[in-house]
């Protein structure tokens, strides 16, 4: 015999909420989410030698959140969540699908673009809570939003791809703004000089990389396409560090350096089937100690440069266990020299802690 709950819902809803006591109960954020016992022990490269990389843990979505001191919530209160749960369909939990790239701001959340979302992820820790933001403007979603940096007073920046702009949201992810139509063809990679104010955007299909100022005018380019030094053939990602603007230069398979101003500091990287060679190189991030590290999405690698251009090491490989990746893209880093992957295809967030060393 099949039982109707529909007429007894408004009832037993009632009933829960008054059991619940109405507690909020308080989240944190933990990194942690594989428990498996080798995670914790994970490091590179592998004893005996000295190891300079720990794996800290991954981003994937509300599953990074737990109630604060463990479960402890009372039974009215798992009832309530239970049954809000069969009400609403068992809804899917929120999780990343297609993560792109991200960034750390100075409070510790962790921001990540997803193009199969449509949406940037925020990962607050200070406020127990997971925010996702899809609108780019008034009645506008995301379509795909893959740069995100830092802007001036506090707002985000984020290129999407498709719609060809660059998008303002303030603190709380609400849009403020946009600028570069009919200016930008692919915007892809984005990045921030700070100290000049000025913004800059790897636009894909255009084969440069285009500055503009804090108010969103177009004050230079950068490149043109090509494949000499100094020119581009789809750039992708970018970041800015030391007065130095790193650029992946995805067709031409190699990291290219320039100046605050634009001028050609150096390449680095080389196709080839060798662990240092790139050949479709993605995202780059610079550390505190001035490590470069460039994704090399083709061989599901992250390779790790010195100051001066020179190989040091490889992390990851091919697969979906603790440090390995499926098509990685963007790369970032914080302050604290974490290194975080956006391992695309796993949809999550890989997280690297730099232990130190030369």
Not at 83 to 105: A, F, N
Request: hydrophobic residues 40%; contains cysteine.
């Amino acid at each position: 015999m099949r039982i109707c709950l529909r007429p007894l819902i408004p009832f037993l809803l009632a009933s829960a909420f008054l059991l619940s006591g109405c507690a909020e109960t308080k989240y944190v954020m933990q990194l942690d989410v594989d428990k498996r016992p080798e995670s914790a022990a994970r490091v590179w490269p592998a004893p005996p030698e000295t190891p300079r990389y720990r794996y800290v843990g991954q981003l994937t979505g509300e599953e990074n959140f737990i109630p604060e001191g463990g479960d402890k919530r009372s039974a009215g209160v798992k009832f309530f969540h239970w049954l809000v749960g069969l009400v609403s369909g068992m809804e899917e939990k929120t999780i990343l699908k297609r993560p792109q790239s991200g960034m750390v701001d100075a409070q510790g959340r962790v921001y990540v673009s997803d193009v199969a979302n449509h949406a940037v992820f925020v990962f607050d820790q200070l406020a127990g809570k997971l925010h996702v933001w899809s609108m780019a403007q008034q009645n506008r979603q995301f379509v795909t939003p893959i740069g995100v940096a830092q802007g001036k007073g506090g707002q985000i920046l984020v290129a999407d791809a498709e719609l060809g702009q660059v998008y303002r949201l303030d603190p709380e992810g609400k849009p403020a703004g946009s600028f570069g139509k009919n200016i930008l063809d692919r915007p892809t990679g984005l990045a921030r000089d700070d100290k000049r104010g000025r913004i800059y955007v790897a636009d894909t299909h255009a084969h440069d990389v285009k500055v503009f100022d804090d108010d969103g005018r177009l004050v230079q380019t950068i490149a043109r396409r090509g494949e000499g030094d100094g020119e581009l053939n789809f750039p992708t990602h970018i970041t800015f560090a030391g007065d130095r603007l790193y650029v992946t230069d995805s067709m031409n398979a190699r990291l290219q350096v320039f100046d605050a101003d634009g001028k050609f500091v150096r390449g680095m990287g080389r196709r080839g089937l060798y662990y240092g060679n790139l050949t479709r190189p993605k995202g780059v991030t610079v550390d505190p100690r001035g490590n470069i590290y460039v994704v090399e999405s083709f061989y599901d690698n992250l390779l790790v440069f010195n100051s001066k251009g020179e190989f040091l090491m490889p992390l990851g490989g091919t697969g979906q266990d603790v440090g390995q990746f499926y098509l990685p893209a963007g790369a970032w880093s914080d302050a604290a020299g974490r290194i975080y992957v956006a391992d695309m295809f796993n949809g999550r967030i890989a997280i690297f802690q730099f232990l130190g060393g030369a």
